[in-house]
T-cell receptor
Framework: EPEVTQTPSHQVTQMGQEVILRCVPISNHLYFYWYRQILGQKVEFLVSFYNNEISEKSEIFDDQFSVERPDGSNFTLKIRSTKLEDSAMYFC??????????FGQGTRLTVV | DAKTTQPPSMDCAEGRAANLPCNHS???????VYWYRQIHSQGPQYIIH???NNETNEMASLIITEDRKSSTLILPHATLRDTAVYYC???????????FGTGTRLQVFP
């Protein structure tokens, strides 16, 4: 069964460093998303991406964040200068149509 | 997006049907009801969605009341692997984001 793949599964980084989280969406999907979940809290929407551009983003997704689909298969989330409060599980998702999204297993980001 | 209300937790015996309720009394005519679940800290898993008709797939059934103010997700024969947090989300079909609440924590016991 096709699945969304995320790497790495766990990333530890120092505060102020840049991180790139990587995702390989399901191959025929057209919509791509990033969500995050701080430990013990709700799953929060960050950004959606369609037709090579951001279609919607939340207030969390500020100038420190960016997304890219560099080669037609990968979908990346970059955090330019990480803060302690960026520590969370980051989930990538993709869908053929909006909202029936398939999620990856997540990358646990720990900022120290 | 319409607000949804779910009980914080429920128990179900293995092999029995799990009926998870969701209240969405302010849902608008073009908002769908989506159900996802999250097993432990894994990524949310899509289960099913519907607009006004009842829906069934290999995972579950979704029963939506005629006035669309509430719905029930039915897992017909719950297993231990169905222990998870279940999220009911009401959202327009053409919006890009899912707004997750706190969901219902379903515990299936032997």
């Amino acid at each position: 069964e096709p699945e969304v793949t995320q790497t790495p599964s766990h990333q530890v980084t120092q505060m102020g460093q840049e991180v790139i989280l990587r995702c390989v969406p399901i191959s025929n999907h057209l919509y791509f998303y990033w969500y995050r979940q701080i430990l013990g809290q709700k799953v929060e929407f960050l950004v959606s991406f369609y037709n090579n551009e951001i279609s919607e983003k939340s207030e969390i997704f500020d100038d420190q964040f960016s997304v890219e689909r560099p080669d037609g298969s990968n979908f990346t989330l970059k955090i330019r200068s990480t803060k302690l409060e960026d520590s969370a599980m980051y989930f990538c998702a993709s869908s053929v149509r909006q909202l029936a999204a398939f999620f990856g297993q997540g990358t646990r980001l720990t900022v120290v | 997006d319409a607000k949804t209300t779910q009980p914080p937790s429920m128990d179900c015996a293995e092999g029995r049907a799990a009926n998870l309720p969701c209240n969405h009394s302010t849902i608008s005519g073009n908002e769908y009801v989506y159900w996802y679940r999250q097993i432990h800290s894994q990524g949310p898993q899509y289960i099913i969605h519907g607009l006004k008709n009842n829906e069934t797939n290999e995972m579950a059934s979704l029963i939506i009341t005629e006035d669309r103010k509430s719905s029930t997700l039915i897992l017909p024969h719950a297993t231990l692997r169905d222990t998870a947090v279940y999220y009911c989300i009401a959202s327009l079909y053409n919006t890009d984001k899912l707004i997750f609440g706190t969901g219902t924590r379903l515990q299936v016991f032997p």
